[in-house]
Nanobody, 121 residues
């Protein structure tokens, strides 16, 4: 009922930038919290950044503070992650996550399929 599609990943040199996007679609009435997670092989998925509805409150993991910026466009049901000053340790698969109220009047937590970000040294 809710589909999340990430885009914008790729290969970049250390110090470079990437912008990830996550487009939400489906039977959506509204979206509450949206967030970006990342995962490397053999590790647990970790929360990188999250943003509340209306974009007035954001959370960042200590490892990305000052380098990453999360934002959202509610008119487009789209989440963004601007990643600057990338480091090799930022290499991971990045996943979008969202809490959406659907037309069944139930809240649904959904994940995207992930997009690979690789930072070379």
């Amino acid at each position: 009922q809710v589909q999340l599609v990430e885009s914008g990943g790729g290969l970049v040199q250390a110090g470079g930038s990437l912008r990830l996007s996550c487009a939400a679609s489906g039977s959506i009435i509204s979206i509450k919290r949206m967030g970006w997670y990342r995962q490397t092989p053999g590790s647990q998925r970790e929360l990188v950044a999250a943003i509340a509805s209306e974009g007035n409150t954001a959370y960042y993991a200590d490892s990305v503070k000052g380098r990453f910026t999360v934002s959202r466009d509610d008119a487009k049901n789209t989440l963004y992650l601007q990643m600057n000053s990338l480091k090799p340790e930022d290499t991971a698969v990045y996943y979008c996550n969202a809490d959406a109220l659907t037309t069944t009047w139930l809240w649904r937590n959904s994940w995207g399929q992930g997009t690979q970000v690789t930072v070379s040294s």
